[in-house]
């Protein structure tokens, strides 16, 4: 498995409350990404990093902010939680070598199961 | 428009037979389609993947079938074990243009294998 790690593993949290979830590599890869998997929606993007202190949005990002001030650690913060928001959260990490003749191979963490009640 | 359509949501095949999930996309510039497996606890993995530059691609028991004009792809796993029971996620990678550095993936099949 690509090392990837992610903390909380479980988190129940309170409609309101501010949630920090963390994904940690040790695989110095450049390019990180949060996801969100729900039933019926399969995985869906909601920040993505392309470089230290380098962050975009992805289509499920109101809500959520992210931040990367290392290589190695991609902070997903849910600043005023809601029931909508429990999901499990997926951190990925890939390195593309180049943009022609490259694979976009994702590795996924192993998730962090979010409830809001 | 950066959608993947996948179906079916599940699928029941018996041990020995052929699993078939089909995906469907709009946006041409997509140039990289992999599928994705996940078993229950755990974060995806790549499983097998295509460009669009060839029409089928086999690994083992996995197959994917891809029909550029139609805008369509598929995975077939052979021989169907009590194993494959999982999730698995189509995808599609746009290299280039505002979507940059981006997968989208489908909604998502669980396959169940009975024994």
């Known amino acids: 498995d690509a090392g990837i790690t992610q903390s909380p593993r479980h988190k129940v949290t309170e409609t309101g409350t501010p949630v920090t979830l963390r994904c940690h590599q040790t695989e110095n890869h450049r390019y990180m990404y949060w996801y969100r998997q729900d039933p019926g929606h399969g995985l869906r993007l909601i920040h993505y990093s392309y470089g230290v202190k380098d962050t975009d949005k992805g289509e499920v990002s109101d809500g959520y902010s992210v931040s990367r001030s290392k290589t190695e650690d991609f902070l997903l913060t849910l600043e005023s939680a809601t029931s909508s928001q429990t999901s499990v959260y997926f951190c990925?990490?890939?390195?593309?070598?180049?943009?022609?003749?490259?694979?976009?191979?994702?590795?996924f963490g192993p998730g962090t199961r979010l409830l809001v009640l | 428009q950066q959608q993947v359509k996948q179906s079916p949501q599940s699928l029941i095949v018996q041990k020995g037979g052929i699993s078939i999930i089909n995906c469907a996309y709009e946006n041409t510039a997509f140039d990289y389609f992999p599928w994705y497996q996940q078993f229950p606890g755990k974060g995806p993995a790549l499983l097998i993947a295509?460009?669009?530059?060839?029409s089928e691609k086999k690994e083992g028991r996995f197959t994917i079938s891809f029909n550029k004009s139609a805008k369509q792809f598929s995975l077939h796993i052979m021989d169907s074990q009590p194993g494959d029971s999982a999730t698995y996620f189509c995808a599609a990678f746009n290299a280039g243009g505002t979507s940059y550095g981006k997968l989208t993936f489908g909604q998502g099949t669980i396959l169940t294998v009975h024994p």
């Open positions: 990925a990490i890939s390195d593309r070598a180049s943009r022609t003749g490259y694979q976009e191979t994702q590795y």
């Open positions: 295509i460009r669009p530059d060839v």
